[in-house]
T-cell receptor
Framework: NAGVTQTPKFQVLKTGQSMTLQCAQDMNHNSMYWYRQDPGMGLRLIYYSASEGTTDKGEVPNGYNVSRLNKREFSLRLESAAPSQTSVYFC?????????FGQGTRLTVV | AQSVTQPDIHITVSEGASLELRCNYSYGATPYLFWYVQSPGQGLQLLLKYFSGDTLVQGIKGFEAEFKRSQSSFNLRKPSVHWSDAAEYFCAVGPNDYKLSFGAGTTVTVRA
């Protein structure tokens, strides 16, 4: 049982480049979300999807877009990466009160 | 608006000693409260959660937490710490299980 799988695990981008972070869960959860983790700031919610076909902004959505491709997959896109987006990104899913997190994607924008 | 404060950035504790991590929250109604643990290079793992009912909540790995509405607190405790408990701990609050606000985290170091 893989749980929540994120790809890639590491990525280095140049300023202005675009990329998509992939996330898939195999637990049949309705809710999925993307967080970013920065030192001393805990995790901050970027976007969430309460169910298939819906997405909503979280606390720090600027510079990001998301797609809930189907019930399993929820991708995060950076259209024009900036150094301020250097962070560790976590995808998570939940159904009944417990969020399951992926292993994270460490993104560096130079 | 919801928010969480973890007053202690770093705690060092001896193996076998007790541990208490503080968490204070701000939320207008009865919150969903969580404690997560993160080992280096790993994702977050749920230790315990509170939605309603008994204010003393038991979790995994021997951890417990107590919800005190009057103090807006949800402190995490463990009676006897093991070296494997060295990690970063996050308290979180929300109106449900996904739209969460996390604290900045407390790093726990365990000395032999």
């Amino acid at each position: 049982n893989a749980g929540v799988t994120q790809t890639p695990k590491f990525q280095v981008l140049k300023t202005g480049q675009s990329m998509t972070l992939q996330c898939a869960q195999d637990m049949n959860h309705n809710s999925m979300y993307w967080y970013r983790q920065d030192p001393g700031m805990g995790l901050r919610l970027i976007y969430y999807s309460a169910s298939e076909g819906t997405t909503d902004k979280g606390e720090v959505p600027n510079g990001y877009n998301v797609s809930r491709l189907n019930k399993r997959e929820f991708s995060l896109r950076l259209e024009s990466a900036a150094p301020s987006q250097t962070s560790v990104y976590f995808c998570a899913s939940s159904q009944t009160g417990e969020a399951f997190f992926g292993q994270g994607t460490r993104l560096t924008v130079v | 608006a919801q928010s969480v404060t973890q007053p202690d950035i770093h705690i060092t504790v001896s193996e076998g000693a007790s541990l208490e991590l503080r968490c204070n929250y701000s939320y207008g109604a009865t919150p969903y409260l969580f404690w997560y643990v993160q080992s280096p290079g790993q994702g977050l793992q749920l230790l315990l959660k509170y939605f309603s009912g008994d204010t003393l909540v038991q979790g995994i790995k021997g951890f417990e937490a107590e919800f005190k509405r009057s103090q807006s607190s949800f402190n995490l405790r463990k009676p006897s710490v093991h070296w494997s408990d060295a990690a970063e701990y996050f308290c979180a609050v929300g109106p449900n299980d996904y739209k969460l606000s996390f604290g900045a985290g407390t790093t726990v170091t365990v000395r032999a």
